[in-house]
């Protein structure tokens, strides 16, 4: 019953090229996306959300795209860097008649020199 | 900038003890949660509380587990009896639903160790 799916557990990209992690998603029934960071031994640090009413959102280096009717969302991080090495996650955040967001199983990337 | 607090960052306890951890939420959150990150697995979760109750909870939050929020700032998880396979790291969370980006705020976590 897993409703966030990231299928790469990790991506390896040069430093300054552009990382694309991708998630999908089984149910429709969810009004924010997000995405965090971890390191090790520290907890996820939000990076960037979507509504699901919008396509695309930017933060800088970070931009998520959100496709609705292919169940997908990604996350850019261009130019990489090398601190931008850790562990990403994305969660969706249910409409209503549940409190719980959902995790996917994360992406370990890891940007090289 | 405020942030979620998590004490102990590192508990090590016998199998079969009780024990408590605890969580300072972000003061005008009204939505708290509990997740769990068993080494080089996925965050799963828990709890989540809203309204001095338990609104939801995971199949893994049994009998074991319970939450409280003692004195309307602190959020604390209790594990009863706890088991070799509760060693994980755990993590508080707390949101504001009508945030307009949507996020929960972490902890940097309790490592718990069941020797």
């Known amino acids: 019953d897993q409703q966030v799916k990231q299928n790469s557990p990790s991506l390896s990209v040069q430093e300054g090229r552009i990382s694309i992690l991708n998630c999908d998603y089984t149910n429709s029934m969810f009004d924010y996306f997000l995405w965090y960071k971890k390191y090790p031994a520290e907890g996820p640090t939000f990076l960037i959300s979507i509504s699901s009413i919008k396509d695309k959102n930017e933060d800088g280096r970070f931009t998520v795209f959100l496709n609705k009717s292919a169940k997908h969302l990604s996350l850019h991080i261009v130019p990489s860097q090398p601190g931008d090495s850790a562990v990403y996650f994305c969660?969706?955040?249910?409409?209503?008649?549940?409190?719980?967001?959902?995790f996917g199983t994360g992406t370990r990337l890891k940007v090289l020199a | 900038e405020p942030e979620v607090t998590q004490t102990p960052s590192h508990q090590v306890t016998q199998m079969g003890q009780e024990v408590i951890l605890r969580c300072v939420p972000i003061s005008n959150h009204l939505y708290f949660y509990w997740y769990r990150q068993i080494l080089g697995q996925k965050v799963e979760f828990l709890v989540s509380?809203?309204?001095?109750?338990?609104?939801?909870k995971s199949e893994i939050f049994d009998d074991q587990f319970s939450v409280e929020r003692p004195d309307g700032s602190n959020f604390t998880l209790k594990i009863r009896s706890t088991k070799l396979e509760d060693s994980a790291m755990y993590f508080c969370?707390?949101?504001?639903?009508?945030?307009?980006?949507?996020?929960?705020?972490f902890g940097e976590g309790s490592r718990l160790t069941v020797l």
């Open positions: 969370a707390s949101g504001s639903r009508t945030g307009s980006t949507g996020e929960l705020f």
């Open positions: 969660a969706a955040r249910p409409t209503s008649g549940t409190y719980k967001y959902i």
């Open positions: 509380f809203y309204n001095n109750e338990i609104s939801e």
